[in-house]
């Protein structure tokens, strides 16, 4: 299977960032919004842990496109 152009893959990392830092400011904002002073239910635990989660997955494709556009100058350089 044919790997899709550089400037696609660029777009595609560039739009995970977009929907990871998304996900996690919506779930942020709802476990400090939920959060009361004292209490972390099971729900609140695990939106917090859902909000690493998508830091994680936002990372992972930031670290991805890092590694794309150095690919592409080193690939322009020759």
Known sequence: MATPP???QKIFAL???IGGFVAALVLGYSTMN???P???SGTQ???ACLTLAALAYAGYFTQK???LVA???A???Q
């Open 75 to 77: 690939a322009r350089d």
């Open 15 to 17: 739009m995970q960032i």
């Open 34 to 36: 939920n959060l009361t």
């Open 38 to 40: 004292g209490q972390m």
């Open 45 to 47: 635990l695990l939106l």
């Open 6 to 8: 550089l400037k696609a």
């Open 65 to 67: 496109l890092g590694k």
């Open 71 to 73: 690919q592409e100058k």
